[in-house]
């Protein structure tokens, strides 16, 4: 008799494969969830990449528009000893002549050593007078290098050192900073002390004192206020020394180069995003921007056009500044250059700048929160088919595993099956014979 089996139910099935494939069809909706996740966290990228373009917009036309821009002034020293700086607060048009008679010095003194030490005292006490301040000190012993070892651990503005010189060693002390404020002296040393620089402040000298002029010093060898807004700084003695201010134009030119380069760079950026394959093709409100970059240079000001100060417009949509187009234009009419380029092209562009990028209603600010409401929700939707697909792949397991387990079964039952007909079949042909 023919054996009885049952084939390709409980051997030969990959039921691992079987899930995993179904898995990926009933993932399918998660898929797409993400694909649009990423594409939304991109077009967030991008917004705030443009915001980040157009907040440096705002914040150079800021600067540009600022007064204290078009109130700087720089000053100019007619000698090379004597270097000048000007503060916000410095008005163009001021100027000083004055002589430097004395710079600042710091005060050196020495004393000799008599039979290796310079104090012979016990305990070896003694002070240092600085700055209307008298210090006791003990030092170690009285020899220069104890003594010398005691003051700069004292902290009293001296600084002291042993100086070995053709007739012996000294101790020698120096003030740590220069002017007669910063002098000092000595008591309870067994040699006198010996002034080899005198202390002395920085001084500057206009016109004859004895005769309606006057002097100026400072402890240090820098001055400041001679000049409202002017700190200047004296290296040698020196005569006739003239420090002019005039109104810094080449900072002012400075402005509206990082105005113009910053909207080139909000322009390239919003290109980018914008073009045939871009994250922000054909988006309107990067559109509408870019073109508001281009219009405002393009429609110019009440006055006139903003060509006649340096600034104009290119036919591939670039800004361009000339630095000597300005300069010519503000030493002709400053406050004309001011009124075209601060007041309208720098207001304008700040005008622009914060309805983009405000924190709370800017154009730019409202589309990134709204993308990330977006990408927030598809996230949350990600997560719960996280849930229902591990749900759902823990079922088909147990199913196909309870499958494999009653067709092992079946097939163990089948193989008894087979075993005992065979063995039915044997005893019958037996019997017949």
Do not use: C
């Amino acid at each position: 008799m023919a054996a009885f089996s049952i084939s390709g139910l409980a051997s030969g099935i990959d039921t691992a494969s079987l899930i995993s494939q179904l898995m990926v069809v009933a993932a399918a909706p998660q898929t797409q969830l993400k694909t649009q996740l990423n594409t939304e966290n991109s077009v967030i990228a991008a917004y705030q990449a443009i915001n980040t373009k157009i907040a440096a917009v705002q914040t150079a036309a800021e600067a540009l528009k600022s007064a204290s821009t078009w109130s700087a002034a720089t000053v100019a020293s007619s000698n090379t000893s004597v270097v000048a700086t000007a503060s916000a607060t410095a008005a163009a048009g001021s100027s000083a002549t004055f002589d430097v008679t004395q710079v600042a010095r710091a005060q050196t003194s020495t004393f000799a050593t008599a039979g290796g030490v310079v104090i012979s005292g016990t305990p070896p006490n003694f002070t240092i007078t600085t700055g209307g301040n008298t210090t006791s000190i003990t030092a170690a012993s009285g020899t220069p290098a104890a003594v010398a070892a005691a003051i700069n651990s004292a902290g009293v503005g001296v600084r002291a050192s042993v100086v070995n010189t053709d007739a012996g060693p000294i101790l020698q002390l120096t003030s740590t900073g220069t002017g007669t404020a910063n002098s000092f002296t000595t008591s309870g040393l067994d040699s006198p002390q010996q002034d080899v620089v005198t202390a002395q402040n920085a001084q500057i000298t206009v016109g004859d004192p004895n005769n309606g002029g006057y002097t100026v010093s400072s402890s240090t060898n820098t001055f400041t206020d001679v000049i409202p807004g002017v700190t200047f700084t004296v290296s040698s003695l020196a005569t006739g020394v003239n420090l002019s201010l005039s109104s810094d134009s080449a900072g002012m030119s400075s402005k509206v180069q990082a105005l113009v380069d910053s909207v080139n760079a909000a322009f390239t950026i919003i290109g980018q995003a914008t073009a045939q394959g871009g994250i922000l093709p054909s988006d309107s409100l990067s559109t509408k921007l870019q073109q508001s970059l281009l219009s405002t240079v393009a429609q110019g000001f009440s006055g006139g056009s903003f060509n006649q100060y340096g600034v104009t417009l290119t036919s591939t949509g670039q800004v361009t500044f000339d630095s000597a187009a300005f300069a010519n234009a503000y030493s002709a009419d400053p406050a004309g250059t001011q009124a075209a380029l601060g007041t309208a092209l720098g207001g304008a562009y700040d005008t622009l700048g914060i309805a983009a990028t405000d924190s709370v209603k800017g154009s730019l600010t409202l589309a990134v929160k709204n993308d990330q409401a977006t990408a927030a929700d598809y996230t949350k939707q990600i997560s719960k088919w996280d849930s229902k697909l591990a749900d759902m792949q823990t079922a088909l397991t147990a199913k196909y595993s309870a499958m494999e387990s009653a067709l092992s079964k079946l097939q163990s039952e089948s193989t008894w099956l087979t075993s005992t007909l065979a063995s039915i079949d044997g005893s019958k042909s037996s019997s017949s014979s």
